[in-house]
């Protein structure tokens, strides 16, 4: 995971000052690029703890098309509560209520939840239910790497135009594109990420969607190959500058081992129980704060 470091000091060295939506303010470069080999281990960080639990309770959040954190606060995943939080405290229905207090409600009470919990049409609903059309992009992908392996359009969109004033969060990971090698025994996958927030948010996405890359390719009957990187809008935000370069200090340990369970077939069929990391040495724990 070195490339991930070198990214960082990249940035530094060359980003430019720039100001931001969340008023942070970050050091910025346009167009970056990493590749992490699937083959000689899974690319979950070791530089900083990190924990693979609500990595995967996420996506399967997203494979199920479910856009509400209730799923997520049920299982004391955090990642997105600060966004219907932020839109709860414009409402009527506002009465001073710490961050706290409103999970508390999400995880209490189904009908503040299904009022307050919903982001919109984000990623689940664009990958299950792409503009809400009936257009299910994960199950025509399932079929197409099975039956058309060699296509050149194994793709997913998390962008939608039509809905994207809707979702609480736009997507910052937009565009996976799949392919399969010649032999027929290999799955890569690409990422564009329009948005990378690289100390917070990129380690977090590598390993999700390769994560996703290997369960599909359990589905498929191929083995995986390769995550590929790519994002536009690649930055550090400027109160994560420190912890930054204390990371950048630290030396990339061995890569753990992923293990999912030999017997699901379906990418539908996967629940938390069925992925596991093995043979995970970390440094210690580094905190930044979430820019909304």
């Known amino acids: 995971m070195q490339q991930y470091l070198d990214q960082l000091q990249y940035i530094l060295d060359h980003g430019e000052v720039r100001k931001d939506r969340t008023g942070t303010g970050t050091i910025s470069v346009f167009g970056m690029q990493t590749r992490y080999d699937l083959r000689d ?46 839109a709860f405290k414009k409402s009527d229905d506002y009465n001073g209520e710490t961050l706290e207090e409103f999970v508390a409600k999400i995880k209490e009470d189904d009908d503040f939840a299904k009022k307050h919990g919903n982001l919109g049409p984000v990623y689940g609903a664009q990958w299950r239910n792409f503009n809400y059309q009936g257009v299910d992009q994960l199950a025509k992908l399932i079929d197409g790497l099975k039956n058309n392996p060699f296509s050149r359009r194994h793709i997913i969109s998390a962008w939608n135009p039509i809905q994207v004033d809707e979702m609480a969060l736009p ?47 359990q589905v498929c009957g191929y083995e995986p190959k390769e995550f590929v990187h790519t994002t536009g809008d690649t930055h550090i935000y400027l109160d994560h500058v420190d912890v930054v370069k204390t990371q950048i200090q630290r030396t990339p340990k ?22 596991k990391i093995e043979d995970y040495v970390s440094d210690g724990k580094l905190v930044g704060k979430v820019s909304v």
Not at 63 to 68: E, F, L, R
Not at 188 to 194: A, D, F, M, N, V
Not at 256 to 265: F, S, T
């Open 41 to 86: 281990g899974f690319p979950l960080m070791t530089t900083k703890k990190m924990f693979i639990r609500p990595i995967a309770e996420e996506l399967l959040w997203f494979i199920k098309g479910d856009t509400n954190i209730k799923y997520l606060v049920d299982r004391n995943v955090r990642i997105w509560n600060e966004w219907p939080y932020e």
């Open 171 to 217: 997507p910052c990971h937009t565009l996976m594109q799949f392919y399969v090698s010649s032999d027929k025994k290999y799955l890569s996958c690409q990422l564009y990420q329009r948005s990378a927030d690289m100390f917070l948010g990129v380690p977090f996405n590598i390993a999700s969607y390769a994560l996703l890359t290997c369960m599909i390719a």
């Open 254 to 275: 061995k890569k753990p081992r992923l293990v999912l369970n030999p017997e699901v077939k379906s990418i539908f069929d996967f629940k938390i129980e069925d992925i």
